[in-house]
């Protein structure tokens, strides 16, 4: 007996394969039957009929920052009603744990407040394994498996210093890492353009990412420059891959800037470079041009070295926000991103504080910020981010339209949302998905239906080795998403963001429904994985 039956489906199983007309069983939590027949006669506690809707695996999401979210909202329906069934935290080097240092747990969450937001709950976890227990243990719609981050190691050990770090606290990073490692942590990622992930060395880097190799678990980075110096930063990238002899995986393949834009074929001949040296190179890319981080990121690295109280405390002082400002619109430092700078203020939007009383700003660009606030735009970020103790996220457009299309072409490269939650958030977080599923599979051609979904189940689940999940096929776990190909679509916008997907009408994870006829159910099915 089948719990469920999927019938009268066109099943993209997710291998790149072409779609066929048949039905999926589920039984246990798992895929128990592929027919190729789209009306078996099997018995099942329920049929569900399709409509020719497609049955494709449940999407794999391989950079995802609900890592606290999930404790606010354990539906997370922006992202299970676009299709996701698991979820990859711990990106961009901040993971949330291990943290083991006294006090660190609140310090930590200070230095994120603009990434990952806030959470009224105890931090119950200091390693990997304990968190992952608390994700399982409060419920959870979709999967969830964490990196362990490499800011976050250099943090537990080191604080926010700005130096390197001695023998010993570089071999107690190390066994930080291989203790993440052994509780699960599904590969070790950084963040090489932000503080603490910044201040490491490529030295520093090689030594933690040769960690993973008994394990063989990909190093995942958001890599030390998308800008003027993203060439040398892929190479440093590669060679890390290269010399401790594991996976790469970039994160949010892109190239930033008007001097970058059009250069895209020149990146990804450096992918199969690396590939043709022996390094296994994947990557991710979401599709849009804008990205979305924490705003205190177009600060100075200096700025967070002595933690995130002194971090305010600078940006209230005079003497140091002069020094800010010169450092920014001088670009006075060698070898930063200064993203205000590089992007321009008109194109860097604030998307969530964390008050209410600033919350009329949320959707202003710094430029139109500073305007208001008769000053200029370096300082008046300094004033809300003092203002809200850094709690505050931004939109940043700095990407080109063409780049987009020809990274999401590459057969290397899967999608993801990386999208922050809260106030006026990026609108990948309800849509990245379907986006890809309608604008650039049915309106532009861009890529055929079954290499989309391939990019979205198998490929990323490859890269991350989830062995169980991404594609249609008895043994597999029972997540799976069903859409309907001439109707999906995101109509999430930049001004209106938190719009849900459409034409999803139902998906699984582990074999029960967390969206029935396009509405969440509040189940909670969701399982913590564990390399």
Known sequence: ???????????????????????????????????????????????????????????????????????????????????????????????????????????????????????????????????????????????????????????????????????SELAEMADRVTEALDDGALGLSTALVIAPCSYASTEEITHLAERLEPYGRPFVAHVRSERGDIWNALDEFVDVGAEADVPVHLSHFKLGGPPQHGKADRALALVEAARDRGVDFSADQYPYTASNTLLSYVLPPWVHADGPEQAVEYLQDDDARERIRRDVEENRIDGWDNPGWYSGWENVVVASVESDANEHLEGLTCEALAERWDTEPILAVCDLLAEEDLGVSCVNHFIDEGDVREILASERVNVITDGLFGGNPHPRVYGAFPKVLGTYVREANLLSLEEAVRKMTSLPARSMGLDSKGVVRPGMDADLTVFDPEVVSSPATYEDPTQYAKGVPHVLVNGEFVVRDGETTGATPGEALRA
């Open 1 to 167: 007996m089948l719990d469920v039956v999927l019938s009268n489906a066109r099943v993209v199983d997710g291998t790149g394969a072409p779609w066929f007309r048949g039905a999926v069983g589920v039984r246990d939590g798992e895929i128990a039957t592929v027919e190729r027949r789209p009306d078996p006669d099997v018995d099942a506690d329920e049929v569900v009929d399709v409509e020719e809707a497609v049955v494709a695996p449940g999407f794999v999401d391989t950079h995802s920052h609900s890592d606290l979210q999930l404790f606010a909202d354990p539906t997370l329906a922006p992202k299970v009603r676009q299709g996701i069934t698991t979820e990859i935290v711990g990106q961009d080097g901040f993971s949330m744990a291990p943290i083991h240092r006294d006090g660190g747990a609140e310090a930590w969450q200070d230095q994120l407040a603009g990434l990952a937001g806030r959470v009224d709950r105890e931090w119950t976890w200091g390693g990997v394994d304990d968190y992952l227990d608390a994700v399982e243990g409060d419920g959870v719609a979709p999967n969830v498996g964490t990196l362990v981050g490499q800011g976050t190691v250099r943090f537990d050990v080191m604080g926010m210093r700005d130096d390197d770090p001695t023998e």
